[in-house]
């Protein structure tokens, strides 16, 4: 009975652990997930045999607007704000 208990404890930390991670995915997917995007889309142009230019400057100018945005003081009660103001390229 007492193994059974610790099973299930140990279960319960891993699931909390892997929950934290997402969470934080989360987050860093909101802030640089238009910069992400774009880095994407040159690299398959580039495979093509096109040019990146066009996705290589809207990666920068995303990357840019997000790293504007972190350096804001955010905090949980305003989050939500970032994370739109990043998707949207704006401050």
Do not use: C, H, P, W
Not at 2 to 25: C, D, F, H, P
Not at 38 to 66: C, F, Y
Not at 81 to 91: F, I, M, P, Q, Y
């Amino acid at each position: 009975m007492l193994k059974r208990k610790s099973r299930g404890q140990g279960m319960t930390e891993y699931i909390i652990i892997v929950a934290l991670i997402a969470v934080a995915a989360i987050g860093v997917y909101s802030f640089f997930g238009q910069t992400i995007r774009n880095q994407v889309a040159g690299l398959s142009a580039e495979m093509s045999g096109n040019s990146s230019s066009t996705q290589i400057g809207a990666a920068q100018k995303s990357a840019t607007s997000a790293t504007n945005v972190a350096k804001e003081n955010y905090n949980l009660g305003n989050y939500d704000k970032a994370a739109n103001s990043s998707a949207a390229g704006t401050k």
